[in-house]
T-cell receptor, first 109, second 112 residues
């Protein structure tokens, strides 16, 4: 099946700093999702981005499908950005999501 | 409205108990999913329902029994679970199999 790798596994930032999270995948995909999992376990949809660039406030994402990677940019980070960030791609007969191992982000005040 | 609801939020059960988890969406989505997430790991797929029919069962033990009584509701019946089944159980839905998935808040299950 498809392999999804995320880097870095852990990231600690001071409030106000910028960061870039990376997601590599082993096969061509026709969509990709980025999620933020908050400390209570809720998976919050950030982006649905099969290709190109999208922006939502301080967050933006770029997927380069031909090179099999996606990037999530967080600017002017806030303590509420802390949590785990997952990328996920569909695979299999039912297009179920395969998740990367996540990036644990901690933003310090 | 992109809301998927799950009840209960927390569940503690003994190994001989029978309990059920419930998931509901009113977005008209026709695909629904159960995922299991252990601590510090990504979610892993358990079951997929498409148009109320089971599409995928990822070799899940029979002590987990899914049910999709209608297009808005998905249940997961639990029986004779083991302590290693303790995890966060997440439900998701999407308009169809190839579309964006939306997740519920999860049920945190502890088996004693």
């Amino acid at each position: 099946g498809i392999q999804v790798e995320q880097s870095p596994p852990d990231l600690i930032l001071q409030e106000g700093a910028n960061s870039t999270l990376r997601c590599n995948f082993s096969d061509s995909v026709n969509n990709l999702q980025w999620f933020h999992q908050n400390p209570w376990g809720q998976l919050i949809n950030l982006f649905y981005i099969p290709s190109g660039t999208k922006q939502n406030g301080r967050l933006s994402a770029t997927t380069v499908a031909t090179e099999r990677y996606s990037l999530l940019y967080i600017s002017s980070s806030q303590t509420t950005d802390s949590g785990v960030y997952f990328c996920a791609v569909p695979s299999g007969s039912a297009r179920q999501l395969t998740f990367g191992s996540g990036t644990q982000l901690t933003v310090l005040p | 409205d992109t809301e998927v609801t799950q009840t209960p939020k927390h569940l503690v059960m003994g190994m001989t108990n029978k309990k059920s988890l419930k998931c509901e969406q009113h977005m008209g989505h026709r695909a629904m999913y159960w995922y299991k997430q252990k601590a510090k790991k990504p979610p892993e797929l358990m079951f997929v329902y498409s148009y109320e029919k089971l599409s995928i069962n990822e070799s899940v033990p029979s002590r987990f029994s899914p049910e999709c009584p209608n297009s808005s509701l998905l249940n997961l019946h639990l029986h004779a679970l083991q302590p290693e089944d303790s995890a966060l159980y997440l439900c998701a839905s999407s308009p169809g199999l190839i579309y964006e998935q939306y997740f519920g808040p999860g049920t945190r299950l502890t088996v004693t």
